[in-house]
């Protein structure tokens, strides 16, 4: 039994900049073993849902019609590591590509899908704190 960290849409939250989820069934059968301690950085950094979609320019996390939100994510990435450390969490599964949860690709920040190496503001931040990220691609890499 392990506390993990789990982005929320994975998990059906309806916490995207669309105002749907990202449901994994796979990662939600993590519940059967473990806890789940849910989150959305965006949602935790004051950011509504629905909201304009954003990418990482040049380490700066812009919405499509230019608004800087860096400051938001930070925020939120902030909140995420102190619940980790709060629950000693072994690991965090978060979603693959996205600005603030993506690990190792996220979107180069054209806003044209391309992806590009780098780490989403949440998941570099747990990573940097020496927290294992993991991507909804990733769960057979897991390890407890
Ligand atoms: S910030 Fe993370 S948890 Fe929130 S909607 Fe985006 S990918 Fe999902």
Redesign the pocket.
Same mark, same amino acid.
């Given at each position: 039994m392990a506390n993990i960290i789990v982005? @929320?849409?994975?998990l059906g939250?309806p916490?995207?900049?669309r105002g749907d989820?990202?449901y994994c069934a796979e990662v939600c059968r993590l519940a059967e073993q473990h806890t789940l301690i @849910?989150?959305?950085?965006?949602?935790m950094g004051g950011l509504p849902?629905p909201r304009p979609p954003a990418e990482i320019v040049g380490g700066q996390v812009l919405t499509r019609d230019g608004r800087n939100v860096t400051a938001e994510y930070r925020r939120?990435a902030e909140a995420v590591l102190r619940l980790a450390q709060c629950h000693t969490a072994s690991c965090a599964v978060?979603?693959a590509r996205?600005?603030?949860?993506?690990k190792g690709q996220i979107y180069d920040g054209t806003f044209t899908g391309q992806k590009c190496a780098g780490n989403?503001i949440?998941a570099e931040m747990l990573l940097d704190n020496g927290v294992p990220v993991y991507t909804e691609e990733e769960l057979d890499d897991i390890q407890f």
């Amino acid at each position: 039994m392990a506390n993990i960290i789990v982005s @929320a849409c994975l998990l059906g939250q309806p916490c995207t900049y669309r105002g749907d989820s990202n449901y994994c069934a796979e990662v939600c059968r993590l519940a059967e073993q473990h806890t789940l301690i @849910a989150v959305c950085p965006e949602q935790m950094g004051g950011l509504p849902v629905p909201r304009p979609p954003a990418e990482i320019v040049g380490g700066q996390v812009l919405t499509r019609d230019g608004r800087n939100v860096t400051a938001e994510y930070r925020r939120g990435a902030e909140a995420v590591l102190r619940l980790a450390q709060c629950h000693t969490a072994s690991c965090a599964v978060l979603k693959a590509r996205s600005p603030s949860c993506g690990k190792g690709q996220i979107y180069d920040g054209t806003f044209t899908g391309q992806k590009c190496a780098g780490n989403g503001i949440a998941a570099e931040m747990l990573l940097d704190n020496g927290v294992p990220v993991y991507t909804e691609e990733e769960l057979d890499d897991i390890q407890f």
